[in-house]
């Protein structure tokens, strides 16, 4: 499971970088203004995005057995590149070679204003893997017109016609991942999971005639496309002699490199288990590899691997492409350890119903680390938090793994600006509070959101799985519920007695200014007027708000202001809203322990689907006036095998590349593993 960062995130990640406030040494590791001011995090912006840059923090001290290690991973996270374009739309992949192509070779007028507009949409697909947008899946609109198109295929001579170049311009799959029942789950949707002429009926009738261990099960459908030949249902498997086999093989050998050189026995058997999966794609071994990959803590270098997240599959079973190579921040993860010690306690003094909570809480690791490679689902859009595995029985059983991103979260604090903040701030107090300690609360919520959200609680006996049990809705509440952990705990003084909260007081306030002033308006930003709330997370955020302003209104914890004309959320008792925060963290774990579909639902639909119409035009027109964007996503280092005569490799370097499209370029001619259509 993936945290990814908000707009409200960013705002204080930004605006506390330019003030540099002190914090507890305990807590924060400070960054010298020299190595601030060294290093330039910001690449380029074009449309709704802004690039950056991230460092290594560590790579230098590793030994060169280690540094391969870290090589051979990237490499082989790299080498699955196409899958992810392909699992995001069937034409994509023609899509953007063509595009390439045309980039590549055309020797006509670059000035105009179509050619940028060209370029610029190149450049989205390669920031979302595909034709539809990163995060609110709706099909980009080409600001050039299909005739300049043709004229720039006939004078590269590029081979493209037919489908694929239609749907650029037409009104066909206009949304990657739709959640609106009305439209169709399956028939709606423009990803690639499910053959064209498969229902969501279908879906539904294939994997629950699925029989699997009840007590261990399998992540069904996890690997596979569900297709109809003949009129009968069957699977096409992602592995070696599979679909994307070519991709995939790719994979195993870079994995067997990697193997030879990883830092432990326990390591070593991991990747063994992966590259078995890969190689079978036997659901099973999938799950042992997960067993292994989770208990193995010990090493500086960690990695994740495989198809994983389910948010781009509508009825939640697909798992999307996803690779992050990571180097241990020694310094913060000790820290952070503090809270992986405690995970019982918060489990026992959690406001779930005792019969909805763990009794032994096994295995939470938690560690703060700096990417090194990211490729798939995390690129070139990255999350800031991941907990991994899903597969509930084994988080129960055997642990899980909690990172959060540092030197990702780094860059984004150093590469923006903090106009949006004192924009929508109420007053100076909320401003201060965002100075001073906004920062923090947002490390310490993604902590608490990864470590202890997503390994609390327990499902009924015999209630399926939340993908089975609470279908397009399972993703929206499971991050709902962990960001209500995050959030009902961050005022608790036992932040303070384990070290790692300066002033649980000062923490609360910014954290709930925070998650209200996003949840209810600058996640709006993000938006179209007119455009209902479809992606999981920004639909999470709105329903944890606007429920609690709700059930709150008879008390004004929180109060709608107008002040010059404008609208603002103040909260008035900080105490109310964390009771309120209790009280649907126990409600949504209850939908989730008894499956309560019906419930479940209800909780999305009414808060976290629709937008007031009136504060969204409002949101838009006062964001006019900002110039930067409200996506970001990384360009990744390059890392570079420095080799003898004998072509041993002596040591690794890291560069930074050109630009964002010179890494793209050169992705499409080392990684290119896969046909047009797959």
Same mark, same amino acid.
């Given at each position: ?56 923090? %560590? ?59 060209? @370029? ?120 070696? %002699? ?22 432990? @026995? ?14 079978? %794609? ?8 997960n067993i292994v990959w989770a208990q193995a803590t010990e090493g500086d270098i960690d990695y994740i691997n495989g198809f994983i997240e389910v948010y781009n599959d509508p009825k939640g079973y697909k798992g999307s492409y996803e690779t992050v190579v990571q180097i241990k921040d020694f310094e913060m993860s000790e820290k952070m350890a503090a809270l992986a010690n405690n995970a019982q306690w918060f489990e026992d003094n959690s406001t779930l119903d005792p019969s909805h909570k763990k009794e032994n809480v096994v295995g939470v690791s938690y560690k703060t680390v700096n990417v090194a490679a990211e490729a798939g689902d995390a690129s070139p859009s990255t999350p800031i938090g991941i907990n991994l595995p899903n597969n509930n029985w084994i988080r129960e059983q055997h642990g899980s793994k909690s990172v959060s991103l540092g030197n990702i979260i780094h860059a984004y604090a150093n590469a923006g600006s903090t106009g949006r903040l004192k924009e929508f701030a109420y007053d100076e107090d909320e401003i201060k509070y965002e100075e001073e300690y906004g920062q923090l609360a947002d490390k310490l919520h993604t902590a608490l959101h990864e470590v202890i959200g997503h390994a609390s609680g327990r499902l009924n006996p015999g209630v399926g799985t939340p993908k089975e049990t609470m279908k397009n809705y399972a993703s929206t509440l499971e ?55 479809? @992606? ?84 838009? @027109? ?57």
């Amino acid at each position: 499971m993936k945290f990814r960062y908000t707009l409200g995130f960013i705002l204080a990640m930004t605006f506390l970088f330019s003030c540099q406030p002190k914090q507890d040494k305990t807590v924060l590791s400070e960054t010298t203004t020299a190595q601030k001011n060294s290093f330039e995090f910001f690449s380029e912006q074009f449309a709704d995005i802004k690039i950056l840059r991230y460092q290594i923090p %560590g790579f230098e001290q590793l030994t060169l057995e280690q540094k391969k290690y870290v090589y051979f991973l990237g490499q082989a996270g790299l080498s699955g590149r196409d899958i992810m374009y392909d699992q995001n739309y069937r034409h994509n992949l023609k899509i953007r070679r063509a595009l390439e192509n045309i980039y590549l070779k055309f020797e006509g007028d670059k000035n105009t204003a179509e050619w940028k507009s060209f @370029e610029t949409y190149l450049k989205r697909i390669w920031f979302a893997n595909g034709i539809h947008h990163h995060y609110a899946n709706d099909k980009f609109i080409p600001e050039f017109s299909k005739e300049y198109l043709a004229s720039l295929i006939e004078a590269t001579q590029t081979n493209f016609d037919g489908e694929a170049l239609d749907v650029i311009f037409n009104q066909e799959d206009a949304k990657k991942v739709n959640l609106n029942p009305e439209k169709g789950l399956i028939k709606g949707s423009a990803i690639n999971f499910y053959g064209q002429n498969v229902t969501a009926e279908d879906v539904d009738a294939y994997y629950s005639a699925m029989k699997v261990d009840e007590n261990q099960p399998v992540e069904k459908g996890l690997n596979t496309k569900l297709i109809k030949e003949n009129g009968s249902l069957t699977e096409k498997v992602w592995k070696s %002699g599979g679909m994307y086999g070519a991709a995939i093989d790719q994979i195993i050998y870079w994995l067997e490199m990697a193997k030879e050189v990883a830092e432990n @026995e326990a390591q070593a058997k991991g990747l063994e288990l992966l590259i078995a999966y890969y190689k079978t %794609g036997d659901l099973k071994k999938w799950d042992e590899y997960n067993i292994v990959w989770a208990q193995a803590t010990e090493g500086d270098i960690d990695y994740i691997n495989g198809f994983i997240e389910v948010y781009n599959d509508p009825k939640g079973y697909k798992g999307s492409y996803e690779t992050v190579v990571q180097i241990k921040d020694f310094e913060m993860s000790e820290k952070m350890a503090a809270l992986a010690n405690n995970a019982q306690w918060f489990e026992d003094n959690s406001t779930l119903d005792p019969s909805h909570k763990k009794e032994n809480v096994v295995g939470v690791s938690y560690k703060t680390v700096n990417v090194a490679a990211e490729a798939g689902d995390a690129s070139p859009s990255t999350p800031i938090g991941i907990n991994l595995p899903n597969n509930n029985w084994i988080r129960e059983q055997h642990g899980s793994k909690s990172v959060s991103l540092g030197n990702i979260i780094h860059a984004y604090a150093n590469a923006g600006s903090t106009g949006r903040l004192k924009e929508f701030a109420y007053d100076e107090d909320e401003i201060k509070y965002e100075e001073e300690y906004g920062q923090l609360a947002d490390k310490l919520h993604t902590a608490l959101h990864e470590v202890i959200g997503h390994a609390s609680g327990r499902l009924n006996p015999g209630v399926g799985t939340p993908k089975e049990t609470m279908k397009n809705y399972a993703s929206t509440l499971e991050e709902a519920r962990a960001d209500l952990v995050g959030l009902y705990y961050l005022p608790d003084e036992k932040l303070v007695e384990i070290g790692i909260s300066p002033n649980a007081e000062a923490i609360g306030k910014a954290a709930y200014d925070g998650y209200i002033r996003n949840g209810l308006m600058t996640q709006l930003i993000r938006l179209n007027l007119g455009d209902d709330i479809e @992606e999981a997370h920004m639909r999470n955020r709105q329903l944890v708000a606007a429920w609690a302003m709700e059930k709150g209104s008879a008390d004004q914890v929180i109060e709608k202001v107008t002040k010059d004309g404008k609208t603002y959320y103040k909260i008035n008792d900080y105490a109310k809203l964390r009771d309120l925060f209790g009280e649907l963290l126990k409600e949504i774990q209850r939908i989730k322990s008894e499956g309560d579909f019906e419930s479940g639902k209800a909780l999305v639909e009414t808060y976290g689907v629709k937008v007031d119409q009136t504060i969204h035009k409002e949101v838009l @027109e006062r964001n006019s006036q900002f110039k930067s964007a409200p996506y970001s996503g990384f360009i990744n280092p390059i890392l570079v095998p420095q080799e003898d005569e004998n072509g041993n490799i002596t040591d690794i370097t890291v560069e930074q590349p050109e630009s964002f499209t010179a890494q793209m370029l050169q992705y499409a001619e080392d990684f290119t593993t896969l046909p047009d259509e797959n």
